[in-house]
């Protein structure tokens, strides 16, 4: 009886685990969608007419979070791209 009350906490911990590991998961992904809705709304922001302010704008913006932002470097590259290209990435 000793034995089985040993493995059903171990297997009670080991289920606590991957349950936090799961939760963990889940908050990484749902920060992966915030940033990627972001750069999609940046990325739309950059007008072919208006280039320079809004691409001005959107990069000034970006840069505020740091230097290693991956998001400003996304919207560097796409502020290069033609509105028709744009529109087809997104």
């Not at 000793?2 to 493995?7: A, G, I, M, S, T």
């Not at 990484?28 to 922001?45: C, H, M, P, T, W």
């Not at 001005?56 to 840069?63: C, G, S, T, Y």
Request: proline share 2%.
């Amino acid at each position: 009886m000793k034995l089985l009350d040993e493995r059903s906490l171990s297997l009670r911990d080991q289920r606590k685990a991957e349950s936090a590991d799961y939760h963990k998961r889940v908050r990484r992904f749902e920060e992966v969608l915030a940033a990627l809705d972001l750069i999609i709304g940046k990325v739309r922001e950059i007008k072919p007419d208006d280039a320079k302010t809004a691409t001005k704008a959107a990069l000034v913006e970006l840069a505020r979070i740091g230097n290693t932002n991956p998001i400003l470097a996304l919207v560097q590259i796409a502020s290069t791209f033609s509105k028709d290209t744009l529109d087809v990435v997104l």
